[in-house]
């Protein structure tokens, strides 16, 4: 969680949001700041998490900001507890993990389960080959910097184990049924050439969402930067989406 405050990856999209929002933040279990020694990592103890972050935090009714996988988290809170969440702000998100997509293949398959088993065995080498093959994914045009910083954060934010577990939990992601249940005003924002998630899983995440409004954003990367061509229009997006209506 520190790290995302001092790394040039998140820092310009969390210091630009908290300058008109309060910004509440939190490391998932098995990640970061929180215990890494639990023994069930799924949506229901992600969405029980946050459940219990506002909850602590004496949050009633908040916009809700889900990012990549915690789009689906986001998606089913929303759904369970509709009376806490005034708006919802989903970007770089997806209905269904890679398992479970319908253009699936099996040659798609097995290099999934290469990639867990490389995380397994890379993920916390000194030697950040492996690692910069997931940020070359995430941030493929980062500058040497912010790839070295996305390599180190990579490290430092959770262990090989539960790397892996994460990979495969999210990777089975399912919340396809919920989106019609959807009843907050929502807002959806992809990058048009993002190589980690395909637009088009943005586009069917926004379509399931009863009058949810898409943005397609310029630019490649998943982790959008501060030099991305999309951060301005993101910013200008969200602030006017969460300021109006």
Avoid at 99 to 109: G, H, I, N, Q, W
Wanted: aromatic fraction near 10%; glycine fraction near 6%; charged fraction near 25%.
């Amino acid at each position: 969680m520190e790290l995302d405050w001092e790394s040039p990856i998140y820092r310009h999209m969390l210091v630009e949001l908290a300058k008109r929002n309060t910004v509440l933040r939190y490391d998932a279990r098995g990640s970061g700041l929180s215990d890494w020694d639990v023994g069930d990592i799924s949506l229901d103890a992600w969405v029980g998490d946050l459940k219990a972050v506002v909850d602590t935090s004496g949050l009633q009714r908040f916009p809700l900001f889900g990012y990549s996988q915690g789009c689906a988290v986001s998606v089913v809170f929303a759904t369970r507890y509709p009376d806490r969440v005034s708006k919802l702000v989903l970007y770089g998100g997806f209905a269904l993990g890679r398992y479970k997509r319908p253009s699936v293949t099996a040659a798609d398959l097995e290099r999934y389960k290469a990639t867990a088993t490389l995380m397994r065995l890379g993920w916390d080498s000194d030697e950040p080959t492996f690692r910069q093959l997931l940020t070359s994914q995430l941030a493929p045009t980062a500058t040497v910097e912010q790839a070295a910083a996305f390599n180190v954060m990579q490290r430092k934010s959770t262990s090989p184990d539960n790397a892996v577990r994460y990979y495969e939990t999210v990777s089975n992601f399912d919340v396809a049924e919920l989106l019609p249940r959807v009843s907050v005003p929502t807002l959806v924002l992809h990058v048009r050439d993002d190589l980690m998630v395909p637009v088009e899983e943005g586009r069917r995440l926004a379509a399931g969402i009863p009058s949810a409004r898409f943005v397609a954003l310029p630019g490649r990367n998943h982790a959008l930067l501060e030099t991305d061509p999309g951060m301005a229009q993101f910013l200008e997006e969200v602030s006017y989406f969460l300021e109006t209506g």
